[in-house]
């Protein structure tokens, strides 16, 4: 069964500091991993994306990393702002299947940024 | 603005009755999805329709049915509304999701009383 788990389930960090969310999947055969940030009341909006051959990707002060051997991956947030409080979810696609069975979310990381 | 845009946002009822809830992709998509947000915030697929034709259909309540008029329309209706259906209901397109993956809409927060 194809699963993806996220930790820390919450996460509070104080604005300009770093942190870092934990993604690790059992998702096969594997395509492609994402990040969304979902802000509250809105939908997800996609991050980044990664493929088996990329390690690490960068979407400004976001950094995803992917260790395809171990199914897992992180996103690093440098220099926190108040505007990053949100949740973030990792997103694993699947190769062959029909288009609706391709995606297994995480249940997302809540961040949430204090002055 | 392209977008993929739902309504209503908000959606109140009461227990027993029939409601709609509709979504318009202007991005030319080919492939549009209905997700249920739960509680501990899992999205987890309800239907997708693909050129309308339905692709998939989730062991979700018949209660439940999806009606798509073109490809840029993608409606659930809920029949028999209950308790547990209160969530947020997310529609989404996508044109190559493996490329490009999900546009999602913001939501619209179903509460059943």
């Known amino acids: 069964k194809n699963q993806v788990e996220q930790s820390p389930q919450s996460l509070i960090i104080l604005e300009g500091k770093n942190c870092t969310l934990q993604c690790n999947y059992t998702v096969s055969p594997f395509s492609n991993l994402r990040w969304y940030k979902q802000d509250t009341g809105r939908g997800p909006v996609s991050l980044t994306i990664?493929?088996?051959?990329?390690n690490t990707k960068s979407n400004g002060r976001y950094t995803a990393t992917l260790d395809a051997d171990t199914k897992q991956s992180s996103l690093h947030i440098t220099a926190s702002q108040l505007s990053d409080s949100a949740s973030y979810i990792c997103v694993v696609s699947a190769s062959h299947q029909a288009a609706g069975n391709k995606l297994t979310f995480g249940g997302g990381t809540r961040v949430l940024v204090k002055p | 603005d392209t977008a993929v845009s739902q309504t209503p946002k908000y959606l109140v009822t009461q227990m027993g009755n029939d409601k709609s809830i509709k979504c318009e992709q202007n991005?030319?998509?080919?492939?549009m999805y209905w997700y249920k947000q739960d509680s501990k915030k899992f999205l987890k697929i309800m239907f997708s329709y693909n050129n309308k034709e339905l692709i998939i259909n989730e062991t979700v309540p018949n209660r439940f049915s999806p009606k798509s008029p073109d490809k840029a329309h993608l409606n659930l209706h809920i029949n028999s509304l209950e308790l547990g259906d209160s969530a947020v209901y997310f529609c989404?397109?996508?044109?190559?999701?493996?490329?490009?993956?999900?546009?999602f809409g913001s939501g619209t927060r179903l509460t059943v009383v």
């Open positions: 989404a397109s996508s044109q190559d999701v493996e490329v490009y993956g999900y546009t």
């Open positions: 990664m493929t088996f051959s990329e």
């Open positions: 991005l030319g998509h080919d492939t």
